[in-house]
């Protein structure tokens, strides 16, 4: 499994995934650690996204 992710591999964005939350997925998944969201960033995210969606809920 290293090596997949060492090359890049990343899994797919399920059909049902909005891309918003795929994007937050995406970040965690950045090589190198600096380039990854924050618990701080991530929940602040994650708390957009939430509200947005209640917007369609």
Known sequence: MAVFLRDGYR????DSCPDELYG??????MTAPED???M???LAGLQEFSAALGHYI
């Open 11 to 14: 899994l797919a964005q399920p």
């Open 24 to 29: 937050l997925m995406a970040a965690c998944w």
């Open 36 to 38: 990854r969201p924050s």
């Open 40 to 42: 701080t960033q991530l």
